[in-house]
């Protein structure tokens, strides 16, 4: 039988192998849009749960609407539709794979050192985060200039504005995470989901992700 550490790597290199495919080919907004389906549903899930004691009393059930249609909202007019802007407007495919090997470095930096070096923890909110895995975050962001250089083919100039919104889109990764992360705590769940073993649902692996394309179009598009 495999730990979770294992099943942990395997999922991750059978995504981004899915992702690197899926991310040249003409499936890329029908695989968008039922990743954004299913986020939303999970969503749902997470609400359910933190509502769950009151969704008989009216004022409860009106704000779980709410709840709902903003994420409904924000997952396919503001996620799904800055993806499709990166993807095919503003730069290219290799563009927005980039942004995503930021988020997903930033999220193995803040694994690894943080279960290597540990230290105090960063906040209550998610209590197996530490400053050292924040830490750890920010500088494995940093890998993936190197790794575009030499295996994509895809030049970015290393400056300090290039530094600067790698750093920028790893934070708001990490804000994204603590977000999802006090959502889960409010519901009393540990994951999203079960269909990605190691992980948890969709949500738990893109949890950062949702965040930090539609900001990095924002930095992109505007500065």
């Given at each position: 039988?495999?730990?979770?550490?294992?099943?942990?790597?395997?999922?991750?290199?059978?995504?981004?192998?899915?992702?690197?495919?899926?991310?040249?080919?003409?499936?890329?907004?029908?695989?968008?849009f039922i990743i954004?389906?299913?986020?939303?549903?999970?969503?749902?899930?997470?609400?359910?749960?933190?509502?769950?004691?009151?969704?008989?009393?009216?004022?409860?059930?009106?704000?779980?609407?709410?709840l709902n249609i903003f994420v409904f909202i924000y997952l396919f007019l503001?996620?799904?539709?800055?993806?499709?802007?990166?993807?095919?407007?503003?730069?290219s495919s290799i563009l927005f794979l980039f942004i995503i090997s930021i988020c997903i470095f930033s999220d193995i930096g803040g694994y690894v050192v943080g279960k290597t070096?540990?230290?105090?923890?960063?906040?209550?909110i998610s209590p197996n985060k530490t400053i050292s895995g924040t830490i750890g975050s920010f500088i494995f962001s940093?890998?993936?200039?190197?790794?575009?250089?030499?295996?994509?083919?895809?030049?970015?100039?290393?400056?300090?504005?290039?530094?600067i919104f790698i750093l920028i889109i790893s934070l708001v990764n990490q804000l994204g995470d603590l977000i999802i992360s006090y959502l889960k705590r409010m519901a009393k769940i540990k994951d999203t989901g079960s269909l990605l073993p190691g992980h948890g649902g969709i949500l738990d692996r893109l949890d950062g992700i949702i965040f930090a394309i539609p900001f990095?179009?924002?930095?992109?598009?505007?500065?």
């Open positions: 039988m495999l730990n979770n550490l294992s099943k942990r790597i395997l999922t991750s290199i059978l995504l981004l192998f899915l992702l690197i495919l899926v991310n040249f080919s003409f499936l890329f907004k029908i695989v968008l954004s389906f299913l986020l939303f549903l999970e969503f749902i899930n997470i609400f359910k749960k933190i509502f769950s004691k009151h969704l008989n009393k009216n004022k409860k059930n009106i704000k779980y609407f709410i503001i996620f799904a539709t800055t993806s499709i802007e990166l993807h095919d407007t503003i730069g070096i540990g230290g105090k923890k960063l906040t209550k940093l890998f993936s200039l190197i790794i575009f250089e030499n295996f994509f083919n895809y030049s970015v100039e290393l400056n300090l504005n290039a530094i990095s179009y924002l930095l992109i598009r505007f500065y």
